[in-house]
């Protein structure tokens, strides 16, 4: 295939002359583009005679839906818009709800191939963009329809774990049981002891509390004989 003016019916000439063309803009017309639909302004202005001489005939766009939008939105948006398609398109694909959706993506996969030599039609376009819509509106209810089913799901576990805990089981509470009355519970690695138990520190024995104050009764009955 040769590649030259008279390509695709002429369509080489329209888009070397697209590309020179926007090589002569100036800086804001680079990012910005001259304006919707004003290929064929910029063409009169600017490829009349050299476009009589070619083939008689002034080219209104550029027969490339992106080239066409480079130089009349600009860059930036020529970006957004093929970011978008293949965001959505992606999207469509990994969704899994539906064989409609992966044909609604294949559809708009088709037109954004189709692009390249041609533009955006009545014909076309409004379909693309239905097909789009659907297919992303879809994809949207069936994650928002799975998030539901989802929390359903977690409340129903919820509730079957509250019914298994019967009153008086026990529940841990910091790595500890709540204890039932007399039992004891481990106090910084003790034991709380019971009233005549003997408790030792450092190898001696520390008396109960109740011979410890014995002790010190006697103790005070002696001092006040004295």
Not at 148 to 165: C, V
Not at 199 to 221: A, D, F, M, T, Y
């Amino acid at each position: 295939v040769e590649f030259n003016d008279h390509w695709g019916t002429n369509r080489g000439f329209a888009w070397r002359k697209a590309i020179e063309n926007y090589k002569e803009f100036p800086l804001i017309r680079k990012i910005f583009g001259y304006g919707p639909e004003t290929f064929g302004i910029i063409s009169y202005f600017h490829n009349m005679p050299e476009s009589k001489e070619f083939s008689g005939e002034l080219f209104d766009n550029a027969h490339n839906e992106y080239l066409q939008f480079l130089i009349t939105i600009g860059p930036a948006a020529t970006a957004a818009y093929i970011g978008f398609l293949a965001l959505s398109v992606r999207d469509m694909v990994k969704c899994h709800c539906s064989p409609y959706v992966l044909g609604m993506a294949f559809a708009v996969t088709g037109y954004a191939a189709q692009a390249f030599v041609n533009i955006n039609q009545p014909a076309s376009t409004p379909i693309m963009w239905t097909f789009l819509g659907m297919g992303i509106a879809e994809c949207r209810r069936h994650m928002l329809k799975k998030d539901e089913e989802t929390s359903i799901e977690d409340e129903e576990i919820q509730i079957k774990d509250q019914e298994q805990l019967s009153e008086g089981d026990e529940i841990p509470v910091k790595g500890q049981e709540i204890l039932s009355e007399g039992g004891k519970m481990p106090v910084n690695g003790q034991e709380i002891l019971s009233e005549g138990d003997e408790l030792s520190i450092n190898g001696r024995e520390i008396p109960p509390v109740s011979e410890k104050i014995q002790s010190e009764e006697e103790q005070i009955s002696i001092d006040k004989k004295e």
